[in-house]
Each structure stands twice: as C-alpha cells, then as structure tokens.
C-alpha cells in the first residue's frame, strides 16, 4: 500500500469490553511500533516488533494490553477489560529497517472509553 | 527529569518571521536526533532528522544541534499560516536505542 493504514478509524466503547486495533504496515517495512498519544500529548511508545518478534514491550501499561503481529505484516493491539484512562489515540508506525530512524505513521485509531 | 524536554507553548510568530522550537534531551550518549510535525487531527511526519553537530538546512527549515550542551533546535524561516502546528522533537536514546517523543510545541503563525 501508500502508507501505513490504521482500523478502525475511530472506535468508541464501553468501560470493560475489549477492543482490537489493527495496523497494516508499508509493504516490506519489517519495524512496527505502537504508540499511544493522550489529548494534548507527546507520543507514549508501547511496543516494538522486529518481524514477528517483540523485542521491546517495556512500554505496555498493563498486563491488559497486549500486541501480535503475524506474517511480519499486520499487527493487533488488543486492550481487555477498557478503561477511561484508555482514552486515546493509538498510532501505529513502519519503518524499513531495525534503525528506527525513519519512521512512518499511520493515521491513528481515537479510542474513546465511556 | 524527562528524557526530552519541549516547551508546550504555544509559540505565536507573525507571517515571515522566523520561529525558533527547542528541545533538549538527557541521555548524553544519544546520536540521532528527528522534529516531526503534527497537524490537529492528524498523524506526525517526518520533517528533518541531524545527526552531527552544527546545522543542516532544508528549504526553509533548519534543524540545530549541540551535543555538549545537550540541545537540539528547529528554525522556520518566513513562517507561514501553513506551518502551524505540533512540533515534536523525538531523539534515539544512546543506552536504549529507542526512539524517545518530547511532549511538542505548539506553533501559531498568524497572518
């Protein structure tokens, strides 16, 4: 594809269900990262994934969150058990290579808590 | 103390002025140094990356740094409407390799 493409584009919920958000790469980048931004915000790192491996989950909030990725392509964040604080944006980013130096964004999925 | 620091602002500058976005950073082992910008509602994007000390210019921007005193800077030169937005400072730490946000700051250019 263009670009990274995030789904779904905006997601509004009840406190405690779970939620799924999705994240499609550019073709052939092989970094992913999950990144969280709150209202007003800097980017929060969350996870990092080298293929299909997770070398770096040092930024995932809780034992709620977690994150696969399969096929070196498509990633899921799933969150369980929502909260409010869970409010958010959650941006997804590729890049070509393990140097995290080039990083291309997709367009986010606003997560809203109720 | 943060590992990147940014003023939130908002800086407001006059059309064709240049405006000058700071950050400093505390991991002194860090290399590689990157100003995003952030549109409201949108995503970031790339807009410069420095590597070495000094300056290095594209277009109308110009990206700083200095190492020794741990500070990096973003000038904009005859600043239009256009470049209003969230400027984000982001640094890959030396010890964690990890790509690190500052907070952002809010650019106003008024026509």
């Known amino acids: 594809g263009a670009g990274v493409s995030q789904s779904p584009s905006n997601k509004v919920t009840e406190k405690g269900k779970d939620v799924e958000l999705r994240c499609d790469p550019i073709s052939g980048h092989t970094a992913l990262y999950w990144y969280r931004q709150s209202l007003g915000q800097g980017l929060e790192f969350l996870i990092y994934f080298q293929g299909n491996s997770a070398p770096d989950k040092s930024g995932l909030p809780s034992d709620r969150f977690s994150a696969e990725r399969t096929g070196g392509s498509v990633s899921t964040l799933t969150i369980q058990r929502t909260q409010q604080e869970d409010s958010a944006v959650y941006l997804c980013?590729?890049?070509?290579?393990?140097?995290?130096?080039?990083?291309?964004f997709g367009p986010g999925t606003r997560l809203l808590v109720l | 103390q943060k590992e990147v620091e940014q003023n939130s602002g908002p800086l407001s500058v006059p059309e064709g002025a240049i405006a000058s976005l700071n950050c400093t950073y505390s991991?002194?082992?860090?290399?590689?140094f990157f100003w995003y910008r952030q549109y409201s509602g949108k995503s970031p994007e790339l807009i410069m990356s420095?590597?070495?000390?000094g300056d290095k210019e594209d277009g109308r921007f110009t990206a700083q740094l200095n190492k020794a005193s741990q500070y990096v800077s973003l000038l904009i030169r005859d600043s239009q409407p256009s470049d209003s937005a969230t400027y984000l400072c982001a640094v890959i730490g030396g010890n964690t390799g990890k790509l690190i946000f500052g907070q952002g700051t809010t650019l106003q250019v008024k026509p």
């Open positions: 980013a590729s890049s070509p290579d393990r140097s995290q130096e080039t990083q291309y």
């Open positions: 420095i590597y070495s000390n």
């Open positions: 991991d002194r082992g860090s290399q590689s």
